[in-house]
Every structure is written in structure tokens, then in C-alpha cells.
């Protein structure tokens, strides 16, 4: 568990508390909903070991399912943009 800090929402200040959720990698999106005021995000890996011959197919599993407002969908998407937009110039080829 790491050691606490705070955010701000509005003029209220939150903890920030960190019960060790594991990172996951995800490949692909298996859900996307709006239910009501509600997004629905389900984000999936694909687990492939090569050998179909021996009954294991590859598989699409659920690595997160996401449930937010609209108001936090909107902040999700702003920072991915964002990362995105960074990342683009990063990985753009510079002139020699």
C-alpha cells in the first residue's frame, strides 16, 4: 500500500488510498454501453499460446470492466487525448 495523498474535487480534498490493484495490459475493447447516465467499458486481453492442435484456442478474457458517469468518461477521454496527441509526437520521425 503506498503512502497517502490527497486529491482535489471542487473545494473538497479526498484521500488517495492504494489497496494494491494489479496493472493490466488490455488489447482490445469487448464492451462498450451507456445505460442511463452510465458508460460501460469493458476492456479485454488476448491470451494465445501458440498451440491450437492441442485444444488451446485462443481466447478473448475481460481484464476490467469500467463503469462511469458521463462527467468522468469525459475526464477519461480528455487525458487520453492528451497522451495520445504526446505520444504521436514522441514516435513521430525526425528529420535527419
Known amino acids: 500500500m503506498s503512502k497517502a495523498r490527497t486529491i482535489a474535487v471542487g473545494q473538497e480534498r479526498f484521500e488517495i488510498r492504494d489497496d494494491g ?40 478474457v475481460i481484464a476490467a470492466r469500467l463503469r462511469m458517469t458521463l462527467r468522468t468518461a469525459r475526464a477519461v477521454h480528455e487525458q487520453l487525448s492528451l497522451l495520445i496527441e504526446r505520444a504521436d509526437q514522441e514516435l513521430k520521425p525526425k528529420p535527419n
Open 21 to 60: 490493484i494489479a496493472s493490466v495490459f488490455t488489447d482490445l475493447i469487448i464492451e462498450s454501453r451507456l445505460m442511463g447516465g452510465v458508460v460501460c467499458l469493458s476492456l479485454g486481453t488476448l491470451v494465445i499460446d501458440g498451440d491450437v492442435d492441442a485444444g488451446n484456442d485462443p481466447e478473448a
